[in-house]
C-alpha cells in the first residue's frame, strides 16, 4: 500500500515530475527523453473495490480498511465533483430497477455535489483491476488525451498497475494516456470525458473536424472508419479466427485497420492484437514470412505497452516461436507451402 508522503513526489530516479498545469490541475512531465516500450510507472493500489458496477457502500467497504494515513491520501486525489447539474439530466426512467436507479443516483449526486467525496475521488480516478476498479495514487495524476503518448494496464503477474512509454517522448512532454476508447468519435469522446468534469483540448478535440485537410478532420475520419472495420471485423476474430480466415476481404480489413491505428499513432495493445490475428491469418495461409514478420510486430508492441513480465506474453512469444519453426521445417523441405507474395502486407510489415 501507499502512504501519503509518497503522494505528489516519485519513485526514486523515477523518468517523470509533476507539475501544476493551470486548468487541469497536476500533471505528469517526462524528466528526460523516453523511448517508446520504457516503463514509466509501477504502481501498487491504494484502494480497490472488487465489483464491476459499484455502489457507495462498495467503495465505503473498502475505505473502511484503510488506516488513517491511507485515507488521508486517497483524499488528496482530484475530485470531479461540482459540475453543472443543468449540463447532467437528472430523471431516470421508470423502467430501471431500484438498484441501478440507485446506482445512478449516487454517481449522479457525487458529480454535482459541493465536495469531494468517497464517490466523486473514485469516479475522477479509478482504473481497472482484475478484481474490479483500483485506485493507484501515482498513475492517478496522468492526464487524459485522444492521442496519447502512453499506456496503463494492471500486470497481475506482478499485482501493480504499470504506465510505458506508446511512443518516444522528449524531456519536458506531458506524459498522457487514453481515459477511453480511441475508435470514438469527438462527440462520444467528449461524453465519457465529460464523466470526469472536463473538455479535452487535444488536437483531435479542438480542431475543425470537418476540415479534412487537418488533424482533427483526418482523426475524426480514421476513427469513424475504425468503427466500420471493427463492427465488420470482431465477430470473426479471436475463437472465430478460423472462419474469419475463410471469410473473403477479411485479412484486408485487418491490414487497413492496422495501417489506421499506425496512422493514428497508436501503438498500444489494439494493434497488437490486431497484429497477431493478421500473422495467425498468414501463417494459416502458408504465408509463413509475413506471418513471422507481424507476429514479430505484435511482440515487439506487446512488450512496448505491457512489459516482459505481463502474464500472457507467452501467447505472442508462442506464436513467433511456432512460425519460426514451420520456416526452420520448410526450409528442410521446401517447396509445401512458403508464399512470398507481399502484396496485401506492404506498408503494414
Ligand atoms: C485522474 S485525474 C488526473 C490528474 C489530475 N489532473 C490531478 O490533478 O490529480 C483526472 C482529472 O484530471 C483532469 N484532466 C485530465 N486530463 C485532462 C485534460 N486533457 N484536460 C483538462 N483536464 C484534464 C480532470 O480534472 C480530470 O477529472
Not at 517508446?36 to 491504494?46: K, M
Not at 487514453?178 to 470525458?193: A, P
Not at 511456432?322 to 502484396?343: D, L, V
Request: charged residues 30%.
Amino acid at each position: 500500500m501507499t502512504t501519503p508522503d509518497r503522494v505528489l513526489t516519485v519513485v526514486a530516479n523515477a523518468p517523470y515530475e509533476v507539475r501544476q498545469i493551470p486548468g487541469k490541475g497536476f500533471g505528469c512531465f517526462a524528466v528526460k527523453d523516453l523511448k517508446r516500450g520504457n516503463r514509466i510507472l509501477t504502481d501498487d493500489p491504494l484502494l480497490i473495490v472488487p465489483v464491476g458496477e459499484y455502489y457507495l457502500k462498495d467503495v465505503e467497504e473498502a475505505f473502511q480498511k484503510l488506516s488513517p494515513a491511507e485515507q488521508a491520501l486517497y483524499f488528496t486525489l482530484h475530485s470531479a465533483h461540482g459540475q453543472d447539474p443543468a449540463k447532467w439530466p437528472a430523471k431516470v426512467h421508470p423502467s430501471v430497477s431500484p438498484m441501478e436507479r440507485l446506482r445512478i443516483l449516487e454517481q449522479h449526486h457525487a458529480r454535482i455535489g459541493k465536495e469531494p467525496s468517497l464517490i466523486s475521488i473514485f469516479q475522477t480516478n479509478a482504473m481497472e483491476h482484475a478484481r474490479g476498479a483500483a485506485i493507484f495514487p501515482y498513475a492517478a495524476r496522468f492526464n487524459h488525451s485522444c492521442n496519447p503518448n502512453a499506456c496503463f494496464a494492471w500486470n497481475n503477474a506482478i499485482q501493480k498497475e504499470t504506465i510505458h512509454a506508446a511512443a518516444d517522448i522528449k524531456a519536458g512532454e506531458e506524459i498522457t494516456v487514453s481515459y477511453g476508447d480511441i475508435k470514438y468519435d469527438r462527440d462520444t469522446r467528449r461524453w465519457t470525458l465529460k464523466h470526469y468534469g472536463f473538455e479535452c483540448d487535444c488536437p483531435a478535440c479542438s480542431g475543425d473536424v470537418t476540415n479534412l485537410n487537418s488533424w482533427a478532420g483526418k482523426s475524426e475520419e480514421r476513427r469513424f472508419r475504425m468503427r466500420e472495420l471493427d463492427e465488420e471485423t470482431h465477430t470473426l476474430r479471436g475463437r472465430n479466427l478460423e472462419a474469419g480466415a475463410r471469410t473473403e476481404g477479411f485479412l484486408a480489413k485487418l491490414l487497413e485497420f492496422a495501417k489506421l491505428l499506425i496512422e493514428e499513432r497508436d501503438h498500444t495493445i489494439h494493434l497488437a492484437n490486431i497484429y497477431v490475428d493478421i500473422a495467425l491469418i498468414c501463417e494459416r495461409q502458408g504465408n509463413l514470412v509475413i506471418a513471422k514478420a507481424t507476429a514479430e510486430k505484435a511482440l515487439r508492441v506487446k512488450l512496448d505497452c505491457h512489459g516482459p513480465d505481463f502474464p500472457d506474453l507467452k501467447n505472442y512469444t508462442g506464436v513467433v516461436r511456432r512460425i519460426k519453426k514451420k520456416i526452420e521445417a520448410e526450409k528442410k523441405a521446401p517447396g509445401k507451402s512458403m508464399q512470398r507474395e507481399t502484396t496485401e502486407a506492404n506498408g503494414i510489415v
